[in-house]
């Protein structure tokens, strides 16, 4: 069974970075990889998890606002990764995070990470 495993995640003060990375655990070919769209979801306390930013298969990429230019998505397909670089971060930016890769053809399937807890110290 395919599992996404993420790591990256940690304590950091405010204005610090964070880099988290996920992959998956099982078999997916780099072929197939190649045509997944993926992103990165947060959760805090409280609230609805939310899409922090995605990247399609194609290199598209799209941000929520209050991250744009400070966290940046990437992918290595011949690796079969994600990542989500997290730059001058905040206190409102504590959450949990998951990864998530999803089929941009064909039968419809995703993914989802366990998450990583990422908090941020004022």
């Known amino acids: 069974q395919v599992q996404l495993v993420e790591s990256g995640g940690g304590l950091v003060q405010s204005g610090g970075s964070l880099r988290l990375s996920c992959a998956p655990s099982g078999t997916i070919s780099i072929a197939s990889f190649r045509l997944y769209n993926v992103g990165w979801y947060r959760q805090a306390p409280g609230k609805q998890r939310e899409l922090v930013a995605s990247m399609s298969s194609g290199g598209i990429t799209d941000y929520l606002d209050s991250v744009q230019g400070r966290f940046t998505i990437s992918r290595a397909n011949d690796k079969k990764s994600v990542y989500l670089q997290m730059n001058s971060l905040k206190s409102e930016d504590t959450a949990v995070y998951y990864c998530?890769?999803?089929?941009?053809?064909?039968?419809?399937?995703?993914?989802w990470g366990q998450g990583t807890q990422v908090t941020v110290s004022s």
């Open positions: 998530n890769i999803a089929r941009s053809t064909g039968r419809p399937y995703e993914l």
